[in-house]
């Protein structure tokens, strides 16, 4: 079965700087990865998706990259703010109605 | 627009007691629907997923159950509590398997 990796639980960094978090993944790409932000004792709440035939999505500060030859996605949050502070998750979709979640990565910008 | 309602937000229930979690979604219809659980510092485990009305399909062994009654209507059921099933538990629907998920905002069940 798949298994996600994501860098590390948590990521501290200061308020105008970029995020930069790591999605890894085993065994077959996916047919979509998507990305999830997760405030404390709240529902995951859905970002961006991305396919597999594609290398970049970009939303406002938020960019994606998805590399299936290193079986790898990259998030990033630029000019972070305080507010942009939650849980971020990746998520695998094998077409299959079978959305995988990772652990998450927790970041907190400091002002 | 759409919209997905979960109850109850929180529940304590003894050990060896029922279960019954409801969720249902409003201005769609035939969604995919899915249970997910989580437990703390963890990520979301699948439960149970269901592509319409009776079809239910089960990722993880265990007393747990879920039904679809409705297009709708997504029940997930226990008829004896464990302590093993205290966690966030998180109903979703999606349209598509190429669409994100919207999740409801989640039932935290203490199982004492």
């Known amino acids: 079965s798949q298994k996600i990796e994501q860098n590390s639980e948590a990521l501290n960094i200061q308020e105008g700087k970029t995020a930069t978090l790591t999605c890894n993944y085993t065994n077959y790409s996916p047919a979509y990865l998507q990305w999830y932000r997760q405030d404390p004792g709240r529902g995951p709440v859905f970002l961006l998706l991305?396919?597999?035939?594609?290398k970049e999505k970009r939303k406002e500060r938020l960019k994606v990259t998805f590399d299936t030859t290193l079986k790898q996605s990259l998030f990033h949050i630029t000019a972070s703010q305080p507010a942009d502070s939650a849980t971020y998750l990746c998520a695998l979709d094998m077409n299959d109605y079978k959305l995988s979640f990772g652990a998450g990565t927790t970041v907190t910008v400091r002002a | 627009s759409q919209t997905i309602h979960q109850w109850p937000a929180t529940l304590v229930q003894p050990v060896g007691s029922p279960l019954s979690l409801e969720c249902t979604v409003e201005?769609?219809?035939?969604?995919?629907l899915y249970w997910y659980r989580q437990a703390a510092g963890r990520g979301l485990q699948l439960l149970f997923y269901?592509?319409?009305?009776?079809?239910i399909s089960s990722e993880v062994p265990q007393n747990l159950s879920a039904s679809r009654p409705q297009d709708r209507q997504f029940i997930l059921s226990s008829k004896k509590l464990l302590l093993s099933d205290s966690g966030f538990y998180l109903c979703a629907w999606s349209g598509s398997t190429n669409y994100g998920y919207t999740f409801g905002s989640g039932t935290r069940l203490t199982v004492v």
């Open positions: 991305i396919r597999e035939n594609e």
């Open positions: 269901s592509v319409g009305i009776g079809q």
């Open positions: 201005g769609t219809s035939n969604p995919n």
